[in-house]
């Protein structure tokens, strides 16, 4: 068993952290930190639960510290689900000691920090050792992507391995739980969507593209087709949905595409790492998923449900489709712990 801190334990991607790691085979839970408003208390004190899974016993008694690396010791893993802001500022003297999986957003872009889908990229843990060399840190960070670019991420990795790709549009519909609970009041939300989610873009269109670059010398370059993305947030709980169209540079046999994300599988699902789903991308035949309320704990959570996949006959060598994923599982908590399984199999 490897001993492992959640920093940032209280919030709502915390509280996934948490109930992802207290029955987890190989990970215990040791350290729980949060803000100075948290600290010194229990965390079933401390920490408002929002999930609708009870809160695990065996963190109930635990005593949150503040997120500073001199009250964290005798941990081999901490899981980060710190504000950004606040977590470029801490992120990197946890990493001069310990190995943090982050899920925020601060360090991504950084061209030593490996952005890490691990059924696609696994090749990018490759950046650690640069990593380690250039700043001179015994642990190191890895980070993964943003939630609705995870979902996107992995069901164009099947195509892109097939054909080149020349553009990709995508437009959003995102579940209110990607903003944090208090992110977007209720009345602005009810029984209506906001077209704006700020900086979610951005993040789609280069995180996209860093993802699926390729390992050049110390750092990764880019892929070479055009993304872009409109983000909207909807009056869902969980679960992201997508639209996405693509423009292939040559023609292509759609059943082709759709056989090769149904079998898409990648290293997690050949080492059989725990939170690994056995089929990260599921394929639906029926004409109206999918959806985000049916669909997005398919496979725990940790699956990405693709519908309504077509040819686009009204634009030369396009496909369409539309997608849902977990944004906190497989877009946030999920998808750290996926990162650590793959990193304690193949580095520790
Ligand atoms: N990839 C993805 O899809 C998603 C990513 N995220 C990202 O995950 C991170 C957490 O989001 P979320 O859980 O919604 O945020 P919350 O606001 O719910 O939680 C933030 C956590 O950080 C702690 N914290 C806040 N301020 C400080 C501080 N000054 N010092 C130390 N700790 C602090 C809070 O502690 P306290 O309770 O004491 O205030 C709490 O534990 C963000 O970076 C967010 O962008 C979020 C959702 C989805
Ligand atoms: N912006 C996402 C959640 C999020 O916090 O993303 P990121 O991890 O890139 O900051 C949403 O609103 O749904």
Redesign the pocket.
């Known amino acids: 068993m490897l001993k492992v801190g959640i920093l940032g334990a209280t919030g709502m991607v915390g509280q996934r952290f948490v109930s992802l790691l207290a029955d987890h085979p190989d990970f215990e839970i040791e350290v729980l930190t949060a803000s100075p408003r948290s600290a010194g208390k229990k965390y079933e004190d401390a920490a408002k639960w929002y999930l609708d899974i009870e809160m695990p016993e065996s963190v109930k008694d635990i005593t949150v510290v503040n997120t500073d690396p001199k009250e964290v010791e005798d941990v081999d893993i901490l899981f980060s689900a710190l504000p950004?802001n606040i977590a470029a500022k801490v992120e990197p003297k946890f990493a001069e000691k310990y190995i943090v999986a982050s899920?925020?957003?601060a360090m991504r872009m950084e061209p030593d920090v490996p952005l890490l889908i691990p059924e696609v990229n696994p090749e990018s843990l490759d950046l650690i050792e640069i990593q380690q060399e250039k700043r001179g840190w015994e642990g190191f960070i890895v980070t993964n992507p943003?939630?609705?670019t995870i979902a996107l991420t992995l069901t164009l990795k099947p195509i892109y391995d097939l054909f080149d790709i020349k553009r990709v549009y995508v437009a959003t519909m995102?579940?209110v739980s990607?903003?944090g609970y208090a992110g977007v009041p209720s009345m602005a939300i009810l029984d209506n969507i906001i077209p704006f989610?700020s900086g979610?873009e951005e993040?789609i269109e280069t995180e996209t593209l860093k993802i699926l670059g390729t390992l050049k010398d110390d750092s990764i370059e880019p892929a070479k087709f055009k993304i872009t993305a409109s983000c909207h947030r909807v009056p869902v709980l969980d679960g992201?949905t997508e639209a996405v169209f693509i423009e292939l540079e040559e023609n292509f046999d759609i059943e082709d595409i759709k056989d090769a994300m149904a079998k898409f599988k990648g290293l997690p699902q050949k080492l059989n790492l725990p939170s690994a789903p056995k089929k990260p991308i599921i394929v639906l035949d029926d004409e109206d998923r999918p959806q985000p309320r049916i669909d997005r704990d398919n496979e725990n959570g940790m699956a990405v449900t693709v519908g309504r996949l077509r040819k686009d006959n009204t634009i030369e060598n396009s496909l369409k489709y539309v997608l849902v994923g977990h944004?906190t599982i497989r877009g946030?908590a999920g998808a750290s712990v996926l990162n650590a399984e793959l990193i304690k199999e193949t580095i520790l």
């Open positions: 950004s899920n925020a957003s943003n939630c609705s995102q579940a990607g903003a989610i979610e993040k992201h944004n946030a």
